[in-house]
């Protein structure tokens, strides 16, 4: 069993890891042997290995009711409005929203099932060749990574590594699972390489794991680690990446050679799919805009007051859809079933105004999300590659953190290097709030806000359609379906 468990990973193909249309010629590989992997100097061994734990990270991050969908509906930046019995859904997005989801949600298992599911491709992968120490290195330092999700979200959560025994595992304490992401890269990172490699972990992208996880070490472990943050992110500052001269270059379909993304998930409409966010977000109608090989779902939108942070002048404001709707050939579009109390009508138009999250939201109502390029003739998995971590958030991370231990004027320097790209004035003075702000403007879309909002004290605060939130609420539940699997799971607190 074992023999037929490794030469099923000899024979994945490297396009996940690629981002390209070539694959590497299988039969050379047929029978190859872990040590014959061990003693090879063929690089593309390794990367053949590790393509199946790459292949699992890519999965389901970009596609609906998973763990970017949780991130982005319970914060402020966006939800999906039910109208009438589209998108009820067992008011899931609804509770999601208020703050009153249940540890039953599906989309909290399918988040959990995410993250182990690639947690555990990465331990057999080291289970199966103990001996690459290149390929271990990595795959310890992408396990981080999955961690890092799993503790911002779930937090106490059981660490499964490629030594642990079988049977049910237990909850691992935030600081445990902290403890063991800062030793899993800091063990490793200098084994990875200082390069460029986008779709795979290196050198830089291990650091800007480390510029995360300290950003939010007061929140994970109720002591800050500001001047690490930093440290880290100067790392990556300091290394092959520069911003794009043209923000949305970071998020259109062929955006392999951005100068600015770090790791990237290389989504591919053929090869790697499941970033659907066009169907997500967009109007039925929509199809006709971008020829569209199947039809949106008119879902996801962005809450009115936080498309209303974005100053007009603002580049990055056209990360939003709003206004008439036209198709390609120019026509403008009507949708004959819009509601009859929508002052737009038939004629297609996104209004920044949502008139309410539920029952009846209008058809219509709410910016659509524009940051990734919608290609035309897109099929229902886009080809855009998802950056992880860009060289944007981490000037940002540089700024907070610098500025969080009284460096105000090296927190200037490195928050307006993000708005002088965005075309806005560079700041004079700097407060917490304009930070968060800047923030919001620069990572729309990319499931920092949740993260950003707990972390700077305004998670439990009121919005629109949303009550006070209860404290806990800033952990999402451990799925029900895994404590009923798992009796060793304790829950977290509230639930």
Known sequence: ?????????????????????????????????????????????????????????????GGHNSIWSINEVSSDEMAIPQKGADWEDGGLWLRAHRHTWTASDEAFNNSWNYCYTAVGEI?????????????????????????LWLIDNFGNVPIITETSSGGNPTNNSRQEVFDFIESSVLENVDLLPKEDTKSTMNYYSAHAILAKLYLNAEVYTGTPRWADAEA??????????????????????????????????????????????????????????????EQPWNGYASLEEFYNTFDDNDVRKSAFIVGPQFAADGTRLRDISAEADDPDGEPLTFTPEINMLAPNAYRQAGARVGKFEFASGAASSLSNDYPLFRLAEMYLTKAEAAFR??????????????????????????????????????????????????????????????????????LFPIPLQQINANPNLTQNPGY
């Open 232 to 293: 880290a992110a100067d790392v990556v500052i300091n290394g092959p990446y520069s911003l794009s001269s043209n923000f949305f270059s970071n998020f259109a379909t062929r955006n392999g050679g951005s100068t600015e993304n770090i790791l990237t998930l290389p989504y591919d409409e053929n090869n790697a799919g499941g970033f659907n966010l066009a169907q997500m977000t967009l109007h039925y109608l929509s199809q006709n805009t971008y020829n569209l090989q």
């Open 1 to 61: 069993m074992l023999k037929s468990f490794r030469k099923t990973f000899l024979l994945i193909p490297v396009v996940f890891l690629m981002g390209s249309c070539w694959e590497l010629e299988q039969e050379v590989l047929d029978g190859v042997t872990p040590e014959d992997v061990a003693n090879s100097n063929n690089p593309q061994l390794i990367d053949v290995l590790k393509a199946s734990a790459y292949s699992r990270i890519v999965g389901s991050w």
């Open 123 to 147: 331990n057999n992968l080291m289970i199966s060749f103990p001996d690459v120490a290149a390929l271990n290195a990595e795959l310890r330092v992408l396990r981080a990574l999955v961690y």
């Open 405 to 474: 231990q009284g460096k105000t004027d090296v927190a200037l320097a490195a928050i307006n290097m993000v708005r002088e790209r965005a075309g806005m004035p560079a700041f004079t003075a700097l407060t917490l709030d304009d930070i968060f702000e800047e923030r919001g403007r620069e990572m729309f879309a990319e499931a920092s806000r949740r993260t950003d909002q707990i972390r700077f004290g305004k998670w439990n605060q009121p919005w629109w359609e949303k009550g006070q939130s209860e404290p806990f609420r800033a």
